[in-house]
């Protein structure tokens, strides 16, 4: 093992992961970009995430920012998940997936350390939250 500690494992759980979800919508409008080269400095100002593809890199940046690149999404909204879950937790994106499958939403997750985000369409954001939230409630009664 190495010299770095892993703070708390985070919930594993299924039934408590979705019970405490707790899904909340981020204020900020973002877009997913691709790019081919970026200055480090760009990274460390703007972009909320990274990962390097065959293709290209790609960014998550604000909506604002997204104008300057050739490879773009539509805007999208971010759901975050505040339960630190783990990374080792087994079914959490399937079970959020599909809910929001089930809603016709598209869904893109990312995983942090400590939280799941959800990136869905911007127009779908209220109607995602919404939706999670009753995922989240139905899995409180069992």
């Avoid at 080269?37 to 760009?42: I, P």
């Avoid at 999404?73 to 879950?85: D, G, K, Q, V, W």
């Avoid at 985000?117 to 779908?124: G, K, L, N, T």
């Amino acid at each position: 093992m190495s010299a770095n500690k892993a703070v708390g494992a985070g919930e594993s759980d299924l039934l408590t992961l979705i019970a405490q979800m707790s899904p909340s919508l981020d204020d900020q409008i973002w877009a997913f970009v691709s790019v081919t080269e970026v200055s480090n400095e760009y990274v460390a100002e703007y972009a909320l995430a990274t990962f390097r593809e065959i293709e290209g890199t790609t960014l998550i940046v604000p909506w604002e920012r997204a104008e300057q690149f050739d490879v773009c999404s539509e805007p999208m909204a971010r759901i975050t998940l505040n339960i630190h879950s783990s990374l080792e937790a087994v079914g959490l994106t399937a079970a959020v997936s599909q809910a929001l499958a089930s809603e016709a939403i598209s869904a893109n997750v990312v995983a942090g350390f400590y939280h799941d985000h959800i990136f869905v369409p911007q127009s779908a954001g209220e109607r995602a939250v919404a939706c999670l939230t009753l995922l989240s409630a139905a899995a409180e009664g069992f």
